[in-house]
């Protein structure tokens, strides 16, 4: 049995429900296959659904122009794969960022019409807009996939968290 959770999330509109199956996840991506909108997240049993709005829209455009002029300055090829859902069935895992990069791996996924995370390499760094505060830990999602960076946007502020390798785990930080 699935509990919804509404996050207080003015202006974007954001669920979490806990106790989603795969299979449910895996349907519900299926019956929004041709929409942009709204993003799915998937970690263990709980789904966020999140719609974005302008305000959501317009930050994590702006993230992703910056990472593009910076790649652009440095002469580095990169493929951006805009918010491709990535998931796989072993992690019981699954994202839909706000925008997917590949810089480093660019060349292992650059003729490729789709990306399988089960067998091609993971998006070297995401965007991550949250206009509103989630109560979803989505980095451990982007930690399981593998994924080097994640340029984030909370509130008023910016981060960047780069994966490093712990003794025990791997996060971002």
Do not use: C
């Not at 806990?18 to 449910?24: C, K, L, P, Q, R």
């Not at 998937?42 to 002029?69: C, K, Q, W």
């Not at 091609?120 to 989505?138: A, N």
């Amino acid at each position: 049995m699935a509990l919804a959770t509404a996050v207080d999330s003015l202006p974007e509109q954001r669920i979490v429900l806990s106790g989603v199956s795969w299979e449910t996840y895996e349907q519900t991506l299926t019956d929004f296959l041709d929409r942009s909108r709204p993003h799915f997240a998937y970690d263990r049993g709980m789904l966020e659904i999140v719609s974005p709005t302008p305000p959501h829209e317009e930050n994590g455009f702006a993230l992703a122009t910056m990472v593009m002029t910076i790649a652009e300055e440095l002469d580095r090829e990169y493929r951006l794969v805009g918010s491709t859902t990535y998931r796989r069935e072993a992690l019981q895992q699954g994202f839909e960022a706000d925008s997917s990069f590949y810089v480093l791996n660019e060349r292992f996924v650059l003729d490729l019409a789709e990306i399988d995370p089960t067998t091609d390499r993971p998006p070297d760094l995401v965007i991550e807009v949250d206009v509103s505060r989630s109560s979803f830990d989505k980095l451990a999602i982007y930690a399981g996939f593998g994924v080097q960076e994640v340029w984030r946007r909370e509130a008023d502020r910016v981060s960047i968290l780069a994966r490093e390798q712990r003794g025990g785990g791997e996060g971002l930080t």
